[in-house]
T-cell receptor, first 114, second 111 residues
Framework: DSGVTQTPKHLITATGQRVTLRCSPR?????VYWYQQSLDQGLQFLIQ???????AKGNILERFSAQQFPDLHSELNLSSLELGDSALYFC?????????????FGQGTRLTVV | GNSVTQMEGPVTLSEEAFLTINCTYT??????LFWYVQYPGEGLQLLLK?????DKGSNKGFEATYRKETTSFHLEKGSVQVSDSAVYFC??????????FGSGTRLSIRP
């Protein structure tokens, strides 16, 4: 158990809908990262938050947004869903912002868009 | 930009065989290098890391040496077990605060 909790584990929804994925980081970790894992794209970095502020942005679509709350949990919002958004979404956390130390990953949320 | 290239899988070996999974990187500055492993149905977990040139990371019988001259961080294990079957990701981090992953290599070990 990594200590990072993601909910829900599975999500099936229709095209055009909006969903929210939730992540609770390890106790004491201030940084949260979101990654998308798809079969053809591998692991793609989406966005990072540190102590409530956005710190780094990757290949995140405009239809996607995220935030980190004062209790440090984070949510990833995906809207106007398309079939191609079907993927495994991972959250990871670490103590600080510079990642020369270990990141701890949750078990992921598998999103299926039908 | 920064990137990681690792050998494509799947790789299938017999138990007790020697394993090498190649990984090379392109990065500005002095990245830290990692191997993460993903077991079926689970998230990624750190296997080993090296933060500067010539460092050797090791864990659970796996080893990798940070080679700046060849920009490589190949993963090796002398004798693999069925329980090592998983997907292995080579990765790097820079001061930009994100992990850049390779495409992953699926490893299957036959009893």
């Amino acid at each position: 158990d990594s200590g990072v909790t993601q909910t829900p584990k599975h999500l099936i929804t229709a095209t055009g809908q909006r969903v929210t994925l939730r992540c609770s980081p390890r106790s004491g970790d201030l940084s949260v990262y979101w990654y998308q894992q798809s079969l053809d794209q591998g692991l793609q970095f989406l966005i990072q938050y540190y102590n409530g502020e956005e710190r780094a942005k990757g290949n995140i679509l405009e239809r996607f947004s995220a935030q980190q709350f004062p209790d440090l949990h984070s949510e990833l919002n995906l809207s106007s869903l398309e079939l191609g958004d079907s993927a495994l979404y991972f959250c990871a956390s670490s103590v600080g912002t510079v990642m020369n130390t270990e990141a701890f990953f949750g078990q992921g949320t598998r999103l299926t868009v039908v | 930009g920064n990137s990681v290239t690792q050998m494509e899988g799947p790789v299938t070996l017999s138990e007790e065989a020697f394993l090498t999974i190649n990984c090379t990187y392109t990065a500005t500055g002095y990245p830290s290098l990692f191997w993460y492993v993903q077991y079926p149905g689970e998230g990624l977990q750190l296997l080993l890391k090296a933060t500067k040139a010539d460092d050797k990371g090791s864990n659970k019988g796996f080893e990798a040496t940070y080679r700046k001259e060849t920009t490589s961080f190949h993963l090796e294990k002398g004798s693999v077990q069925v329980s090592d079957s998983a997907v292995y990701f080579c990765a790097l981090t820079t001061s930009a605060s994100k992990i850049i992953f390779g495409s992953g290599t699926r490893l299957s070990i036959r009893p």
